[in-house]
């Protein structure tokens, strides 16, 4: 359902008056009052919107919603209310959280694959490359020889040849030359690090995030840097389920009329 209107005539409140509420220009609110993510908003005589204090709340649920769904949700959202689809709302809302849920199992079946892929090491041996296939197609078995070119490494973990040279330029690897060919070469150790580079890239990591990781693993043989960068990323989503649950909060306010829509609010 739409808000509940209000039983009186509300106060009426200017653009730089909402502008102000949300910390946003006044342009902007216009703009949200045109896109639909402010209820219907009556004009004066000489043309001007006259706003209300039931558009202050729709604009703060809006923003409210924005840091935890994202603009492109939240403005589906507000729409989807204002035309008294709230069914359709909510299947919104959920289908977020939905792919949260999903975004933190892969983030965990991640962080055991890539632990498995640590511990196997430069060896390329053990059952670490089992543990690792379940985590995706991308992960394939340890390599049963070393001194690979770019197109075995390629299809043992699952990306385009370009793409291991893009991480190459990047600094993420540094495969041997041949000599007079200059042909790359890859060891057990370049799998290792493109499976973990392949795994973090598929899990949101940018190639920045990822230097740090492949770094600390490599000067000292241990996966702390790789813990710390999940953890990074566990509490982001974290964080984020928080301000999903803060938009919902305000949006069920919202939806369901509450205060300060009456004359004076």
Known sequence: MTPRPARHL?????PVDLARMAGVST???RDYADAGILPPTPRTPSGYRRFAPVHG???LTYRALAKGFGPETA????RAVHADDVPLALTLLDAAHAELHARR?????TGAALEAVAREGAAGSGPAGTAAAGAGSAVAAAPSRVDLTVGEVAAR??????ALRVWESAGLLAPARERGTGYR???AADVRDARMITMLRQAGYALPAIRPVLDGLRETGSSEAL???????QEELTRRSRAMLAGAGLLDGYVGGGPGEGEGA
């Open 10 to 14: 509300p106060k009426a409140l200017r």
């Open 27 to 29: 342009q902007l609110v």
């Open 57 to 59: 709340r729709a604009l």
């Open 75 to 78: 403005r589906a959202v507000m």
């Open 105 to 109: 199992e892969a983030l965990r079946a």
């Open 157 to 162: 973990v699952g990306v385009r040849a370009s």
């Open 185 to 187: 070469r890859y060891d």
């Open 227 to 233: 813990r710390a960068a999940l953890a990074r990323r």
